[in-house]
């Protein structure tokens, strides 16, 4: 069984190790990033210890501040942001409180992003602001499962972010073929080192030692080797087509929560199909 507590040992470790390695890199961006990670971490940590409610408060933040960066990114009207925003609270809501009904919860979520511009009267830019906020809901929805995975979360959490940094040394490093042109400069190098090191950090963390369901184990494996990257590019892509670097800019050495959890977001996707 995975809890906060058993974890809690290696995340202090990760971001001890993370700490010599960004200092030994003398990179400013790479100190940056771990700085905001070792405000973060520790604050989520608290938050997932308190069980189910705590777990739900980190979800329902993430995808409120998600919906907004999503929002802007594709300069999306306000109201079209904040029908995003009251639909994912109903989803995780209703996740958390009543698992039940979530498929309820998601239909009344895409009814009411779509109805937004209806209501307005949009008749030029309607369908691309129902569709961009039925795509929004999509991808942001696999925070509902925080309340429900736990623990799961946190250690999906560093294995992808660990992933994500050892793929952006090796991908320098080796350089080799590009992984997509919707991102010229990551790897295919960089994408098996992260690969290699999320399933290393799987290891570490005892995945593959503990009592967990098979369906588990497998889910974990493919979500950090196949989810995480294919949810960095698919950010790329999205980003690429409204024509930004980065989805915010208040995150130091990050941009903003998206571009963090962009990765995180399908490898919760891909757990929750593989193993519930």
Same mark, same amino acid.
């Given at each position: 069984?995975?809890?906060?507590?058993?974890?809690? =040992?290696?995340?202090?470790?990760?971001?001890? #190790?993370?700490?010599?390695?960004?200092?030994?890199?003398?990179?400013?961006?790479?100190?940056?990033?771990?700085?905001?990670?070792?405000?973060?971490?520790?604050?989520?940590?608290?938050?997932?210890?308190?069980? #189910? =409610? /705590?777990?739900?408060?980190?979800?329902?933040?993430?995808?409120?501040?998600?919906?907004?960066? *999503?929002?802007?990114?594709?300069?999306?009207?306000? =109201?079209?942001?904040?029908?995003?925003?009251?639909?994912?609270?109903?989803?995780?809501?209703?996740?958390?409180?009543?698992?039940?009904?979530?498929?309820?919860?998601?239909?009344? /979520?895409?009814?009411?992003?779509?109805?937004?511009?209806?209501?307005?009267?949009?008749?030029?830019?309607?369908?691309?602001?129902?569709?961009?906020?039925?795509?929004?809901?999509?991808?942001?929805?696999?925070?509902?499962?925080?309340?429900?995975?736990?623990?799961?979360?946190?250690?999906?959490?560093?294995?992808? &972010?660990?992933?994500?940094?050892?793929?952006?040394?090796?991908?320098?490093? *080796?350089?080799?073929?590009?992984? &997509?042109?919707?991102?010229?400069?990551?790897?295919?190098?960089?994408?098996?080192?992260?690969?290699?090191?999320?399933? !290393?950090?799987?290891?570490? *963390?005892?995945?593959?030692?503990?009592?967990?369901?098979?369906?588990?184990?497998? !889910?974990?494996?493919?979500?950090?080797?196949?989810? #995480?990257?294919?949810?960095?590019? *698919?950010?790329?892509?999205?980003?690429?087509?409204?024509?930004?670097?980065?989805?915010?800019?208040?995150?130091?050495?990050?941009?903003?929560?998206?571009?963090?959890?962009?990765?995180?977001?399908?490898?919760?996707?891909?757990?929750?199909?593989? &193993?519930?």
């Amino acid at each position: 069984m995975i809890t906060v507590g058993t974890l809690v =040992p290696y995340l202090a470790v990760a971001l001890g #190790a993370g700490a010599v390695a960004v200092l030994a890199s003398r990179r400013r961006d790479m100190i940056q990033r771990w700085c905001a990670w070792a405000v973060g971490i520790p604050l989520v940590t608290g938050a997932f210890w308190l069980g #189910a =409610p /705590g777990a739900a408060a980190v979800g329902a933040a993430a995808a409120c501040i998600a919906a907004l960066e *999503f929002g802007a990114t594709l300069r999306a009207p306000w =109201p079209d942001r904040a029908a995003l925003v009251l639909a994912l609270l109903g989803l995780i809501g209703t996740a958390w409180l009543s698992p039940g009904h979530v498929l309820r919860a998601a239909g009344a /979520g895409v009814l009411l992003v779509a109805a937004v511009p209806v209501l307005t009267g949009d008749a030029t830019g309607g369908l691309r602001r129902a569709a961009n906020g039925v795509l929004g809901l999509i991808w942001l929805a696999p925070l509902a499962a925080t309340a429900r995975l736990g623990a799961v979360t946190l250690l999906l959490l560093a294995a992808v &972010s660990i992933g994500d940094i050892a793929a952006y040394v090796a991908g320098r490093r *080796f350089g080799g073929p590009s992984l &997509s042109p919707l991102s010229p400069a990551k790897r295919w190098s960089g994408t098996l080192a992260g690969g290699l090191a999320a399933v !290393g950090t799987l290891a570490v *963390f005892g995945v593959f030692t503990r009592d967990l369901p098979t369906s588990l184990i497998i !889910g974990l494996v493919v979500a950090v080797t196949v989810g #995480a990257p294919l949810g960095d590019l *698919f950010e790329s892509m999205i980003k690429r087509g409204a024509g930004v670097k980065d989805t915010a800019s208040w995150i130091p050495g990050s941009g903003g929560l998206l571009d963090r959890i962009d990765s995180l977001l399908l490898a919760l996707a891909i757990v929750l199909l593989l &193993s519930w």
